[in-house]
């Protein structure tokens, strides 16, 4: 089973360290899946990230860039990431907290573990292991991103889309879903 795999990575004023970052990323990614494409969303940046992100793009036909015209926060730049995002799994990559390539690997391997074992009639629940087999620090990060997203927003926000609940959506991706 080889799942498409998208990786969102929402950025600002990333300009310094963009093609270091998706270089790196791009040398661990298809060792995961032949099938990923790494999305780019410029947040209002007023360096010469979208340049860099574009010679990006050129360079490399997996990767892909979205602009908002100005900054709208990190909620806002992963909800555009998953309007373009087209693989089968998405996963975020925060570049303030940014998920290491063996953490990468480790999530995905642990994806694609679960999601070969048999279905079952009811809905699937939560192992009792509480690191779902991931380092204690991944999960503690991936939690706190969760809160600093959540935090980020508010509730009367305009946005065209509810931001979604990303820790959900995390404990579904553990799950194999």
């Known amino acids: 089973m080889d799942k498409s795999l998208s990786l969102i990575m929402p950025v600002h004023n990333a300009q310094q360290w963009l093609a ?4 790196r990323l791009l040398d661990v990614l298809p060792e995961l899946t032949d099938q990923f494409e790494l999305v780019i969303i410029d947040d209002g940046s007023t360096d010469h990230t979208e340049e860099a992100a574009r010679e990006l ?13 100005r900054c709208r926060g990190i909620a806002s730049a992963v909800d555009t990431g998953s309007q373009h995002a087209e693989g089968d799994v998405v996963l975020i990559h925060d570049a303030r907290r940014p998920v290491n390539e063996a953490d990468l690997v480790g999530m995905w391997q642990m994806h694609q573990e679960n999601a070969a074992r048999p279905a079952v009639a009811q809905a699937p629940s939560v192992p009792n292991n ?6 204690q620090s991944l999960l503690e990060r991936l939690m706190q991103w969760g809160s600093d997203v959540k935090k980020e927003r508010p509730a009367h926000s305009p946005d065209l889309l509810p931001r979604p609940n990303f820790l959900r959506k ?3 991706f553990a799950l194999g879903e």
Not at 20 to 23: A, H, I, L, M, N
Not at 57 to 69: G, I, T
Request: charged share 30%.
């Open 130 to 135: 509480p690191g779902l087999g991931l380092d």
């Open 57 to 69: 793009c050129d360079r490399y036909p997996q990767v892909k860039l979205h602009r908002h015209a």
């Open 20 to 23: 270091r970052d998706v270089e």
């Open 170 to 172: 995390i404990g579904n």
